[in-house]
């Protein structure tokens, strides 16, 4: 990622926290979720969870937040249309979050973003007002992505190697051993969950190769020969949702990605608790 100090005010550091009207000025600090001054280098998006603008975002996957309002409907304004052009135009995105309580009124920066697409919502709370809600990539540093890669093929290994000890022991005995609670973190570039391989391995088992969402069979079969499914959090780990089986389901890719980008993702969450819940009461 760029030099912040570069594009932004000297001295502005990621995950510090900063007075929005202070930091992007009067005007700009108490305007809409999108920042994009005509003769700046960069677009800023605050993303306000729960909020008038909405957002969501997990480490090393896609932030989706609420831009600007469309008027007329499903018609790109400006401010949004710097958000979706932004490498075409030659300039950076970032995404900051607001913060609520105490701390109402000031922004963190969250990092470098990319535009990956966009869809148009009904805005919360107000019946008739359509906004656009953008799906954003992180863009990782050099050093980042070493370590994401490092922490991904740790936990590949731990999953392989737990999966043939269930084979071995069995599930109970591999249930056992999980980890109770919120998974630990350890910063390096970036903060990433020490996930419980155990627990991985003892869903995946679970499941026996039908997806817990629909019911369906895996799509295919892992370089392993193992049936493929993802293990989904219902409750995520950055909400501070448990690494136990009773917090985690098999999905086939489709309804994972249901779980986090559909329109209906709420209603399929609620769906996926009751299903692990008569899993794991019944």
């Known amino acids: 990622m760029p030099n912040l100090s570069d594009y932004l005010h000297p001295g502005t550091r990621l995950g510090e926290t900063y007075l929005r009207t202070a930091f992007f000025g009067e005007r700009e600090g108490r305007t809409g979720p999108i920042i994009a001054p005509s003769d700046s280098r960069y677009v800023i998006v605050i993303a306000e969870p729960n909020g008038l603008h909405g957002g969501q975002w997990e480490a090393g996957e896609v932030v989706d937040c609420v831009g600007d309002r469309c008027s007329p409907p499903r018609v790109l304004n400006r401010a949004n249309r710097a958000v979706r052009d932004h490498e075409k135009d030659g300039k950076l995105l970032f995404v900051w979050k607001s913060l609520r309580g105490r701390n109402n009124g000031q922004v963190q920066c969250l990092g470098q973003y990319r535009y990956n697409r966009h869809s148009f919502v009904s805005s919360y709370g107000k019946s008739g007002v359509i906004r656009v809600m953008f799906f954003l990539d992180p863009v990782p540093s050099e050093g980042a992505i070493q370590d994401i890669t490092q922490a991904t093929q740790e936990l590949e290994r731990a999953i392989a190697e737990a999966q043939k000890e269930i084979t071995r022991v069995?599930?109970?005995?591999?249930?056992?051993?999980?980890?109770?609670?919120?998974?630990?973190?350890?910063?390096?570039?970036?903060?990433?969950?020490?996930?419980?391989s155990n627990v991985v391995a003892f869903v995946l088992h679970r499941a026996g190769g039908q997806c817990e969402g629909c019911g369906q069979e895996a799509p295919f079969l892992n370089g392993n020969g193992q049936p493929y499914l993802e293990v989904h959090h219902v409750q995520r780990l950055a909400d501070g949702g448990a690494d136990e089986p009773e917090n985690a389901i098999g999905l086939c890719p489709t309804c994972h990605r249901r779980a986090h980008y559909s329109c209906d993702r709420e209603e399929f969450t609620l769906l996926l608790q009751a299903r692990l819940l008569a899993i794991h009461d019944g």
């Open 170 to 196: 069995g599930p109970e005995a591999i249930f056992a051993k999980i980890r109770r609670g919120r998974p630990q973190q350890r910063k390096a570039t970036v903060t990433v969950f020490d996930r419980d």
